[in-house]
């Protein structure tokens, strides 16, 4: 097989055993063909400085001004984002469940509202996943769609060749 495609997942909370525990849950999925990285960052403006190159998803925690003084809210750099980058999946992490830091935040531009229970690595590591999953099913329409058109250009040699042999 080919060389795999690189891809990143940005974990950001500023709780640094939070962050860590959830990028390691990530880091554990099945990836297939692609070369994964997941970078973890306390603050939100580490991150930004960062968004670069075929980043994947990003698991924004909601509270990052929370253990860092002055530090931008998750709802802050979420903005910041989408400014610039308005298709990459951002899963926002809360403690909240509020519906109205729900309905600001997925107004704001996030993917998915996950709050921070017993199931949210779970349920984080399952949006991440069907991430993946039509990465995945892109490639393999894409390959699918290269044969298809390579087989026809054959085929319009091969009839063009006996065409002109016959003639």
């Not at 099945?30 to 400085?49: M, R």
């Not at 704001?108 to 779970?122: I, L, S």
Request: proline share 2%; hydrophobic share 45%.
């Amino acid at each position: 097989m080919g060389q795999k495609e690189k891809i990143e997942i940005f974990v950001v909370d500023d709780d640094p055993l939070m962050g860590s525990m959830l990028a390691n849950s990530l880091r554990k999925l099945n990836y297939d063909d692609f070369e994964v990285e997941v970078v973890s960052y306390e603050t939100g403006e580490e991150c930004l400085s960062d968004i670069h190159g075929n980043l994947a998803a990003i698991v924004l925690d909601h509270y990052l001004d929370s253990e860092i003084p002055n530090a931008k809210s998750g709802l802050q750099i979420l903005r910041e984002i989408r400014k610039y980058n308005q298709s990459v999946p951002i899963f926002v992490l809360s403690g909240q469940a509020e519906m109205v830091t729900t309905a600001e935040l997925l107004k704001a531009g996030a993917n998915e509202y996950v709050v921070k229970d017993n199931d949210a690595f779970m349920r984080i590591s399952g949006l991440v996943q069907k991430v993946i999953n039509d990465k995945i099913r892109k490639r393999k329409n894409i390959f699918r769609w290269q044969v298809a058109v390579t087989l026809s250009v054959i085929v319009l040699l091969i009839f063009i060749a006996i065409r002109s042999n016959t003639q």
